[in-house]
């Protein structure tokens, strides 16, 4: 089998999720990783003090699970440095990434591993739905095949609960300590070290886009842009602001743009797509 050549080559994967009042998801979103089909991977998730109670019983039907590790925040912290307490306990050789109210095809592990074997890569990622409350898909994210560090400065084309990357190349990589676009901000960390990145064509990973996500409403994130190229990279204020007005802004509203026009043809092909 797939996965037993897999688990000989690759170690222990780490999926790492933050949780933060996705009661309403976080169920299902575990079961999402559980029921992975390639199975040597632990699951280590951090609650960032939820205040949500179906949240809390959800967290502690699984304290038992060998599979999942727990972790409480006394207090609100933000979801990166709920990210980065996970990645501190990880134990795996790769490290993959999951939100609390996201969703993965039970295949998603099993592909991503085939392709960075196959690739020699640190980094990979998937194609993505965008998700309503009311279960249906309406937008999509089909990533290049390729991306390289200079492809992701102009916008963060990786969604952040499709990456995976492997520790034996360069080590454990950290959040910035910034309120905003840290996932991103991590990605171009990663891609600094590596220089490229590949995704797996097919759709594997559902975004909910939900009132209390950690990481939506990306309109609103787009001022924080800026303290990414800043703070985190190092670029001077007018360097940061060439950027984001001239490279970033128009390489969102074109992705923005294609994710409508793509959900489209998408659906022609795939008309009832969201079936976990």
Excluded at 40 to 61: H, N, P
Excluded at 121 to 136: H, I, K, M, Q, R
Excluded at 174 to 190: E, F, G, K, S
Aim: proline share 4%; charged share 25%.
């Amino acid at each position: 089998m797939l996965e037993e050549t897999l688990s000989k080559t690759a170690p222990l994967v780490s999926v790492v999720m933050p949780t933060y009042n996705c009661g309403r998801y976080l169920k299902k979103t575990i079961e999402c990783v559980l029921s992975q089909t390639f199975t040597d991977f632990e699951l280590v998730i951090t609650d960032d003090c939820s205040t949500d109670a179906d949240v809390k019983a959800i967290l502690s039907s699984y304290e038992k699970d060998p599979r999942v590790r727990i972790f409480y925040f006394d207090k609100n912290s933000g979801a990166g440095v709920a990210r980065n307490k996970c990645t501190e306990m990880a134990r795996g050789r790769y490290i993959a990434f999951c939100d609390g109210d996201d969703y993965w095809m039970p295949t998603k592990l099993e592909k991503q591993l085939q392709l960075m074997n196959e690739k020699k890569c640190c980094l990979s990622y998937t194609s993505y739905l965008e998700v309503n409350d009311a279960g249906n898909a309406v937008s999509i994210m089909l990533p290049p095949k390729r991306l390289t560090f200079r492809d992701t400065l102009h916008d963060d084309k990786i969604g952040f609960s499709t990456a995976m990357y492997d520790t034996s190349m360069y080590g454990k990589f950290y959040m910035p300590t910034i309120r905003r676009r840290q996932d991103w901000a991590l990605v171009l960390l990663i891609l600094q070290k590596c220089g490229e990145a590949y995704g797996v064509e097919d759709v594997l990973t559902y975004y909910n886009l939900s009132r209390n996500s950690l990481s939506r409403k990306k309109i609103r994130l787009v001022k924080f842009a800026a303290q990414v190229y800043q703070i985190v990279l190092g670029y001077s204020k007018v360097h940061s602001y060439l950027y984001l007005f001239f490279c970033f802004l128009p390489t969102y509203v074109v992705k923005k743009l294609k994710k409508r026009r793509d959900i489209k043809a998408y659906l022609k092909v795939h008309p009832n797509p969201v079936e976990i």
